[in-house]
């Protein structure tokens, strides 16, 4: 007795994801929240209207301060956060991890709580008024701006550096003291100009973020102004319009570090 062979079901095809396509297309929206705001900034600043904003005198005593304190603050963390990075870049274990979890502390902390300890230590009833004891004033000074300037703004220069050490050969280091060269020499001479790229990116990332520092400048020295507090008093006392011209300027710093980033050719984070 012979019957039909059973029929045999034809597999769907599966649908699958084009997971290429969904990561453009969220890339593609994170893109433009980044853009959006600086096209509309651009948009809402005539050129005109910017350069005549910018005659302002407080407009230009702003700009004169935050000048000259983030490049105050940036030599000052270069100074200190360049032989850190060095030594974190040659030390290993438990205390090179602990130091590099105080060095990241300020950039995980919120700017205003940044002030707050600065005052709280330095300030006139804070635990070490040193400065007020030696009659210099830390608060509603150029010496207060600077601190929370170089408070906030120094990791970047010790982590980019300290990567970019990371990526000399030590063997070439261990050359350089062979052929009789001290520590010193061999830092000044061989490891600091192979790792200079990466060491002058995390100098630009720190005086772009000094120039754009608003919390803790804003609790340890409202004055003398700087160009975010600046931004800030506008925005209060004359609305949106007034604060553009400020906003505009440092968008061009922001602009002009990343431009000096691809000239230099260096990922500050690698």
Do not use: C, K
């Not at 012979?2 to 597999?11: E, I, K, L």
């Not at 090179?96 to 709580?113: D, F, N, Q, S, W």
């Not at 635990?127 to 210099?136: C, Q």
């Amino acid at each position: 007795m012979t019957g039909d062979a059973p029929a045999v079901a034809t597999p769907r095809p599966r649908r699958t994801v084009d997971w290429p396509l969904v990561a453009a297309v969220l890339g593609v929206a994170l893109l433009a929240l980044y853009a959006l705001p600086v096209l509309a900034l651009v948009i809402a600043t005539p050129p005109g209207e910017l350069l005549a904003r910018l005659g302002d005198p407080a407009t230009l005593r702003a700009i004169g301060n935050s000048l000259l304190t983030a490049s105050a603050a940036t030599a000052v963390a270069t100074a200190f956060g360049v032989p850190l990075a060095y030594w974190l870049s040659r030390t290993g274990g438990r205390l090179a991890t602990a130091v590099t979890g105080v060095v990241v502390l300020p950039l995980v902390l919120p700017p205003v709580v940044a002030g707050i300890l600065l005052v709280s230590v330095f300030g006139p009833n804070g635990l070490a008024p040193t400065a007020t004891a030696f009659g210099v004033q830390f608060t509603r000074s150029y010496l207060g701006i600077v601190a929370a300037q170089t408070f906030v703004a120094s990791p970047f220069v010790v982590v980019t550096a300290t990567a970019a050490f990371d990526r000399v050969d030590p063997a070439l280091a261990d050359a350089a003291r062979s052929l009789g060269h001290d520590e010193l020499a061999t830092f000044r001479r061989v490891v600091l100009p192979l790792a200079w790229p990466g060491v002058l990116a995390g100098v630009t990332l720190t005086f772009a973020r000094s120039m754009g520092e608003f919390g803790a400048t804003m609790l340890v020295a409202y004055y003398p102004r700087t160009v975010p507090v600046q931004i800030w008093r506008e925005f209060v006392g004359s609305g949106l319009d007034a604060a553009l011209p400020l906003a505009a300027v440092l968008l061009a710093v922001s602009l002009a570090v990343v431009v000096a980033l691809h000239v230099l050719g260096a990922d500050p984070w690698q």
